[in-house]
């Protein structure tokens, strides 16, 4: 297969990720021939360094004409404390969003075995957490008109939905419902807000067209509460983009480290694929970021493109390395931790030796059923 990949490699740790992300796109093409042009770009506090702006046209044309984004991560804590700054990386990542049209945002939630130690919630609780939150990514309060009072001491954001904007992410979600436990939890705040009561009526009219799927409404208090409680009883939640952002941090926890966490971003056109942790610039440079939420989401990329096996082999990467214990800091309980590029460099090494042998019993299977 043949497609355009735009690198975004950002700021802090995210260069060092997408570092060891590129090693498993090249194992796994190498495996099974695939032909990804890469082309990198600059994007966030790097780019307003070199360009004045976290997200060029050229950047943004690169973006447009490719098949999908691979993105580290942005911020850097010299934007984070002053509220006057004009320019900022997160306007980026925003304008990345809004300009590719990435509606719909897909972040799945899964705990490890191993890594049950690592969790700060209790073992019992741990057991059958797998879950998916789809996130409403470029409309609610993100992107209403904004304002403040030339004094400055008035500021007001709008939440606005149309129902269209709510029922193309609905679809989805069910969509991956009836691919699941076909069980759709509506996050949302339908006692107070009027755009939640929209969701609730474009959520309940297509759930008619899915009469196999179990529908349930929880105001996102309450959420957060059941997503520590009782994670275990979510399959499918579907939420407004805020309660989507600090709905998903909260439960991105439950893994054990923030550092397991891909996710995907669908829109129109091109997809974008990138970890969920931030830019962590304590630890940049120092390679003892874990690269494994970044290598996920290159496997959640091969997934979008319908490259099930490679994707599973990424998977099966990843789990390996967990079994072996060579994982970053982050994770490491017992043994010694590795840095960032050994857990890619090993990921990658399995993918390559796995692969092969995988390849070859797979022919010789093709081959004996064609003597039988
Ligand atoms: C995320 C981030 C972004 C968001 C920030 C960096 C603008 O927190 O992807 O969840 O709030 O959407
Ligand atoms: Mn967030």
Redesign the pocket.
């Known amino acids: 297969m043949k497609k355009k990949i735009t690198i975004l490699p950002g700021d802090g740790i995210g260069p060092e990720v997408v570092n060891q992300g590129l090693k498993v796109i090249e194992a796994i093409n190498d495996l099974y021939d695939h032909h990804f042009e890469l082309i990198q770009a600059d994007f966030g506090a790097v780019s307003i360094d070199k360009h004045g702006s976290p997200f060029t046209d050229e950047a943004l044309s690169e973006c447009l004409s490719s098949d999908a984004i691979f993105l580290g991560a942005?911020?850097d804590p010299k934007y984070d404390n002053d509220p006057n700054l004009p320019v900022r990386?997160?306007q980026g990542?925003?304008k990345l969003r809004k300009s590719l049209e990435l509606f719909s945002?897909i972040r799945p939630i899964s705990t490890y075995d191993l890594l049950t130690d690592v969790s700060p919630l209790k073992n019992s609780l741990l057991k059958d957490v797998d879950f998916v939150i789809y996130r409403e990514?470029t409309g609610g309060i993100?992107f209403g008109e904004k304002h403040i009072s030339t004094d400055r001491t008035y500021a007001s954001d709008l939440c606005e939905y149309t129902d269209k904007e709510i029922s193309r992410i609905t679809y989805q979600a069910f969509e991956a419902a009836m691919s699941r436990r076909k069980k759709l939890t509506l996050v949302d705040k339908a006692n107070v807000l009027e755009t939640s009561r929209l969701w609730r009526r474009v959520v309940q009219d297509i759930s008619v067209e899915y009469p196999e799927v179990v529908v349930d409404y929880l105001f996102v208090d309450n959420a957060a509460m059941q997503v520590v409680l009782n994670p275990g009883q979510f399959d499918v939640i579907l939420t407004e983009?805020m309660f989507g952002?600090i709905i998903?941090?909260l439960a991105s926890v439950i893994t054990g480290s923030l550092g397991m966490l891909p996710?995907a971003s669908i829109g129109k056109k091109t997809a974008l694929f990138?970890p969920?942790h931030?830019s962590y610039p304590q630890a940049q440079g120092l390679d003892i970021a874990n690269p494994m939420a970044a290598i996920l989401s290159v496997a959640m990329m091969y997934e979008h493109f319908g490259l099930l096996q490679e994707a599973e082999m990424i998977k099966e990467g990843i789990k390996w390395a967990l079994d072996n214990q060579i994982v970053t800091q982050d994770l490491s309980i017992t043994k010694e931790a590795s840095s960032c590029s050994k857990v890619g460099d090993v990921i990658a090494w399995f993918i390559e030796e796995e692969g092969e042998l995988k390849i070859k019993n797979d022919s010789t299977k093709i081959s004996l059923n064609c003597i039988i």
């Open positions: 942005i911020g990386p997160e990542l925003l945002n990514l993100y983009n952002d998903s941090d996710s990138e969920i931030g």
